[in-house]
């Protein structure tokens, strides 16, 4: 009879002793799930890990906190949440906007969580604006940290310099055994405010979606590939029959690259060339970068610098660039400008005076994994003495979502403010990475020896 024992006999699945002393008894069952996702946050599942698991003690706990904390864990939610919106000021003819945000706090260590839900065509980043941490108390004479005594339905509460305004709350936070631990405390709950819409997305919502008007193609004037000026130059330097003379040019600006050619058109010299096709310099401050003269910079009624010999535009040679320079400066037409302006020659350069608001470009210095890599607008009002810092949009110097508003500044001098150095905000510290052109400007006027 053969020893091998065939395949449907049960007791094959039986492990042996030989194969029990060599590897051991069978494996451990497979563990549940023991966390689980409430209003975005994680928090434990198993009734026996609440109660085991190791609470950090807070500030507040001996104000008669444990009562609440009981409840709230013996409800399996240690968090109290609310509704609450915050205004920002709008651009251009928009007067504000109104953005929905979720707060949470957390009972078992007196942090906060603030979440903004996701609005369709808002324009704007959601998502998480910070996570579980103490908020500093805008007054911090009693208590250095917002407490859970400060959040009320129909109230404002500062957060890192942004008001927000609580319009209602979960069913945990308005249930009967809170509202009575409230009341031996001095704390009623409010009513629920109706909380507003956002006056931006009304009104796109009110606006029918038509295909916008385009102008009449027969007066709209595209930009020429050429655009054609006459300017004029005092000429000092040849000293003909013992007076200055004045040299007439036909300027050839080329939008595509920005490029001047001259051709001179003063009487015996007509037809030379004067100027081959060559970008031209903007005059700039010394130890200030290059920067060359854009077709934009050139039009009748301004004086050119070419190398060093300023030219004054004073007409439109052709039809063409003269229907363009209407169609976007109106009408300058300087053809019959007085002698004395040659004679008087460029106005001096203006004073440079200091800028309202100095803007930079900057990065956050031991940056967490949810904002690493991010790049920040910081603007410093001069007058106001205060600071507001933005994430950077998809563009380069153009800002997204606010990260801290009207943040005071006083304790910091206007000479803090500049490329490389390192400012601390609340616990948030930012590199200032760049300036923004008038800002860098300005900064270099201060260095000069003459202005220190």
């Known amino acids: 009879m ?11 699945d039986i492990p042996t002793e030989d194969i029990l002393e060599q590897f051991g008894s069978d494996p451990a069952p497979r563990r549940r799930h023991q966390l689980k996702y409430k209003n975005g946050e994680c928090f434990v599942a198993e009734e026996d890990l609440v109660q085991n698991y190791p609470k950090q003690r807070s500030f507040h706990h001996s104000c008669n906190a444990g009562p609440l904390l009981h409840e709230a864990e013996a409800a399996n939610s240690a968090v109290l949440s609310f509704d609450a919106y915050a205004e920002e000021d709008g651009i251009d003819e928009e007067v504000h906007r109104i953005r929905i945000f979720k707060i949470n706090y957390h009972l078992n260590d007196d942090t906060v969580t603030v979440n903004e839900p996701f609005v369709d065509n808002t324009g704007y980043l959601h998502g998480r604006i910070f996570r579980r941490q103490k908020v ?9 940290y917002i407490h859970w005594s400060d959040l009320n339905v129909g109230s404002d509460v500062n957060l890192f ?29 409010n009513e629920d405010e109706e909380l507003p819409e956002d ?64 051709i001179e058109e003063t009487k015996e010299f007509e037809g030379q060339l004067f100027l081959k096709r060559i970008a031209i310099p903007f005059p700039t401050q010394p130890e200030m970068p290059r920067r060359d003269y854009r077709w934009w910079d050139i039009r009748p009624g301004v004086w050119v610098d070419v190398f060093c010999r300023p030219m004054f535009v004073y007409e439109c040679a052709n039809d063409e660039t003269k229907s363009f320079i209407r169609q976007q ?6 053809a019959n400008y007085s002698s004395q302006i040659l004679e008087d020659g460029p106005p001096p350069t203006q004073f440079f005076n200091s800028p309202a608001i100095l803007k930079f470009r900057c990065t956050m210095v031991d940056a967490p994994s949810v904002l690493y890599g991010l790049h920040f607008i910081l603007e410093y009002d001069v007058n106001r003495r205060l600071v507001n810092i933005s994430e950077e949009g998809r563009k380069t110097w153009t800002e997204g979502r606010v990260f801290l508003k009207d943040v005071d500044a006083s304790t910091f001098s206007e000479n803090q403010f500049a490329p490389g150095r390192i ?3 609340f616990k948030w510290r930012f590199n200032l990475v760049q300036s923004s052109l008038e800002t860098d400007k300005y900064l270099r006027w201060k260095q000069t020896p003459s202005h220190k």
């Open 2 to 12: 053969s020893s091998f024992r065939s395949y449907e006999d049960p007791a094959q």
């Open 136 to 144: 500093p108390a805008p007054n911090r004479i009693g208590k250095p």
């Open 161 to 189: 310099q942004t008001i927000y305004r609580i319009t209602s709350c979960d069913g945990f936070t308005r249930n009967s055994t809170f509202q009575n631990f409230l009341e031996e405390h001095g704390i009623k709950v």
């Open 199 to 262: 006056p931006w997305l009304v009104r796109r919502r009110g606006v029918p979606r038509t295909a916008p008007k385009l102008p009449d193609q027969r007066e709209f004037i595209n930009r020429p590939p050429m655009l054609v000026y006459r300017c004029c130059w005092l000429d000092h330097m040849n000293d003909f029959h013992g007076c200055r003379m004045k040299r007439i040019f036909k300027m050839f600006v080329y939008c595509t690259d920005h490029t001047v050619a001259l």
């Open 329 to 334: 400066f109106g009408e300058t037409d300087f």
């Open 423 to 425: 400012l601390q905000f």
